[in-house]
């Protein structure tokens, strides 16, 4: 049973989103506050905890600062967050906060779930392992030569300039020291890397690391390839790794 903390400061919606996730097969743990929530992950029950839905309007302390401080405690945590309107500025700034998906307030027990699932299902070793495998099967990392398609060392490892991916381990290293990456972030760079110098769409990326194949959001690509770029680029701003190709998408390399 996936357990799931559900940070949301009225009563009555919180009760009812809780009985949803029950009904679908969810433990829920629940906070009225952000210093609750942040002081539940850090005992016992939040050793369980796989997934959080985050409110960005709480009282006290707001939804951006708990979102940053649980990023700053844990990388693999998915963080869904709530926002009440479909306001621009909010969503951006909680997804550079850390949250990996966003919706928005009313939201039905569809979505929501939708939403769970999609993001539990991204938080999945397994799943991380075969992402992007199948992308330019002629071309997937380890194999080419130069510098555009990486150094291949052996099996799934594959070296790009000081920057080793080894996807069978779903580990990340930058000049031998291990970058932390949320699942999202993680899973975003072995979709690009899998086919070095290919360009890959904004709706590319949704469909096949959100899922989201009907909501064509590309504030999500844009804000984790942002927060990728902060922690694998020598410089995020000049990107040698995940570049941006204009009205297209993005692609990994050429270094």
Avoid: N
Wanted: proline share 5%; glycine share 12%.
């Amino acid at each position: 049973m996936p357990q799931v903390l559900l940070i949301e400061d009225d009563t009555s919606v919180r009760d009812g989103m809780e009985l949803v996730l029950r009904r679908h097969g969810y433990g829920v743990e629940t906070a009225a506050t952000g210093e609750e929530a942040l002081a539940l992950l850090a005992g016992e029950r939040g050793a369980a905890v796989e997934l959080a839905v985050l409110d960005l309007m709480l009282p006290g302390m707001d939804g951006f600062e708990v979102c940053r401080r649980i990023r700053a405690r844990t990388a693999t945590l998915p963080i869904i967050m709530l926002t009440a309107r479909g306001d621009d500025e909010d969503i951006v700034t909680g997804l550079e906060a850390g949250a990996d998906d966003y919706v928005v307030k009313p939201v039905t027990a569809p979505v929501l779930e939708a939403r769970i699932r999609a993001a539990l299902r991204r938080a999945e070793p397994a799943a991380g392992a075969g992402v992007g495998v199948g992308v330019g099967a002629s071309g997937s990392a380890g194999t080419g030569t130069g510098a555009v398609a990486g150094r291949p060392d052996h099996g799934d490892r594959s070296e790009h300039g000081g920057l080793v991916i080894d996807r069978a381990g779903l580990t990340v290293t930058k000049h031998g020291t291990p970058v932390a990456l949320p699942p999202t972030e993680l899973r975003v760079l072995l979709e690009l890397s899998a086919a070095p110098g290919r360009v890959l769409t904004r709706e590319h990326l949704l469909a096949s690391v959100w899922d989201h194949t009907f909501l064509g959001d590309s504030r999500l690509v844009d804000a984790a390839v942002g927060r990728l770029r902060a922690k694998i680029e020598d410089v995020p701003a000049r990107p040698r790794y995940v570049q941006t190709v204009r009205g297209f998408g993005y692609r990994f390399g050429p270094l």
